[in-house]
């Protein structure tokens, strides 16, 4: 049976025991770097949840999602839909597949994809958030938060689309976006750009509709700008 929505005036509250559960958490100590610990979001009331695949060097060093390189231009792309960096990480939730920092890949480029069972291990603060939130809107970031909602669909058949979707028996809006990384090649492509853009502007559509940002006009698509 789906647990009853949380009031509003409960949720700061509920956000920080879950966030005090989160931060002890070592069920995946045997794979991780020595020391790896979660990273947490400390937005108060939000109404959408960012939700990427698993922290970065960075993060792990800063304790907060997304600020290295992708993080940077993540925030470029939110913010062309009108909403700046500090107030985006006031406003929404980051939550992800998985917590912790991996460690690097093996081959030596970018950072190792986290197991099965480091993803199933992780699976139910996600799933906890979502319960907690029950947010209007999720945009997943990168392939393994996109499968977490929408499924095995290729990238090109689901961004630059709004999805109304139910995830975990709650209804919401999906609007995926493509990691910000760039390291698949997947946005060197024209066409796939044009659906970044496109994805873009729904999300802008998306906070002006949630009064996250005043109805003003939003600015150019960010595209893939470094």
Do not use: K
Not at 125 to 133: K, R
Not at 188 to 214: C, I, S, T
């Amino acid at each position: 049976m789906p647990s009853l929505p949380i009031l509003s005036a409960q949720l700061p509250a509920a956000l920080d025991a879950h966030r005090d559960a989160l931060s002890a958490c070592r069920r995946c100590t045997a794979t991780l770097p020595l020391g790896a610990r979660p990273v947490l979001s400390h937005a108060v009331a939000p109404r959408v949840m960012l939700v990427g695949q698993a922290p970065g060097p960075s993060e792990a060093g800063g304790g907060r999602p997304f600020i290295g390189r992708s993080g940077r231009t993540l925030f470029r792309w939110i913010a062309s839909a009108g909403l700046p960096e500090e107030e985006a990480r006031r406003a929404l939730y980051i939550a992800a597949v998985t917590r912790c920092y991996p460690g690097p890949h093996p081959g030596g480029r970018g950072d190792r994809v986290p197991s099965p069972a480091e993803r199933a291990a992780c699976a139910p603060w996600l799933a906890g958030e979502l319960a907690i939130v029950r947010p209007a809107l999720v945009v997943p970031i990168g392939r393994l938060a996109i499968d977490r909602f929408l499924g095995g669909e290729a990238l090109s058949a689901v961004v630059g689309e709004v999805h109304d979707v139910e995830v975990d028996g709650i209804p919401t809006r999906v609007l995926p976006l493509p990691h910000p990384s760039g390291a698949s090649g997947w946005l060197n492509a024209p066409a796939h750009r044009a659906l970044l853009d496109r994805a873009l502007l729904h999300l802008g559509d998306a906070f002006r509709a949630l009064g996250l940002v005043a109805n003003a006009p939003m600015q150019a698509p960010a595209g893939v700008a470094a």
